[in-house]
Every structure is written in C-alpha cells, then in structure tokens.
C-alpha cells in the first residue's frame, strides 16, 4: 500500500495488501460464497467522466479522483440490495487504492451493502483483466468462492468465465 490513506476511510477500515491488491473488508475477513460487483459502469454511473479518458492522453489520475460525484446505477444496487444476507459481496474494481477512501465514502452515502473491496495498488498498470484474474484466485486461496460477477467490460467478462465462474454483462456503453 502506498500513499496516505485519510479520511473516514481509514478510521473505520483497515486495508490489507494481497498480491498487488489492496483489500479492504468491512468487518473483518471472513469467506463463504460470493456475488462479485464491479463498480465503474455496474453499480456507479461513470459516464460524465468518460471525457477524461478520450485522446491521446487519457487523465486516469482525474478519472478516477472524479468517481466520488457519480450517480449511483439504480437497477444494479436493487438488486444487490435483494442477494441472500448468506452472500458476501465483493466489490471488485480497477480503481487505484488512492480511491479507497472516496470509494468507500460513496459506497456509504448511497447505503450499498458490501463486505469486500478490492482494488488495484498504487502504479499497477497492467490490463484489468489480468489484475482481475489474480483477484478471483485470491479471493479463492482465501475462502472466498465467487458464484456470480457483473461486469461492463467485455475482456473481463470472458476471464471471469474462462475461471468459471459465470458473469453477467452489464451494458455501459464505455468499451464499445
Ligand atoms: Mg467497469
């Protein structure tokens, strides 16, 4: 983990390196099977900052510093709301740990149920897929059994089902 970590975030969460993951649990570890939401484009509204990312030069550091004002996705977060309180809910995002506290800050603004964040450490630039990929089988070395993602990005939607484990394509219109 790099960078300070302030705000409210940090008094009420501690995170967790895994890999080059910063894992964030609400209330403490705990395994079990799991629904995997990611969050740009599934459960928050990004489209007002995709201008951000268009050119030659896209400003990811202004992207993601942005996310704090998104709507949330109505129809998505009701239906987490409605998951089995058995199931973990693992949100599973490419946003960088500089995020967290934002993130997380969100999350509670919009009273979003959720056990588990995570997401990239500071300077991991390799494709989401791949950060991803080491995600599900982490969460599996540590007890977690993902049984069903939602995902807007199509290359993610395949990893997640070459690991098998099924994903159900959201549509945002970002990757088209
Ligand atoms: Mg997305």
């Not at 509670?108 to 630039?125: A, E, F, I, K, Q």
């Not at 897929?129 to 599900?136: G, I, L, P, T």
Request: glycine share 10%; proline share 6%; with cysteine.
């Amino acid at each position: 983990m790099e960078g300070p970590l302030t705000g409210e975030g940090r008094a009420e969460h501690q995170g967790q390196v895994v890999g080059q993951a910063l894992w964030t649990w609400r209330a403490g570890p705990a395994g079990g099977p799991a629904t995997v939401f990611d969050l740009d484009g599934v459960l928050s509204d990004a489209a007002s900052r995709q201008y951000l990312l268009r050119g030659p030069r896209p400003d990811w550091d202004a992207f993601f510093a942005a996310s704090g004002e998104d709507p949330l996705i109505e129809e998505v977060s009701v239906l987490l709301g409605l998951l089995s309180s058995e199931l973990k809910v693992v949100l599973l995002t490419a946003r960088p740990a500089q995020a967290r506290d934002l993130t997380i800050a969100w999350l509670g603004r919009h009273d979003l149920r959720w056990d588990l964040l995570v997401m990239r450490s500071h300077g991991d630039r390799r494709p989401a897929r791949q950060f991803k990929q080491e995600a599900v089988r982490a969460l599996r070395a540590h007890g977690v059994d993902p049984r069903l993602c939602f995902e807007d990005d199509l290359r993610n939607v395949e990893m997640f089902r070459r690991e098998g484990v099924p994903c159900v394509y959201v549509h945002s219109g970002y990757y088209d």
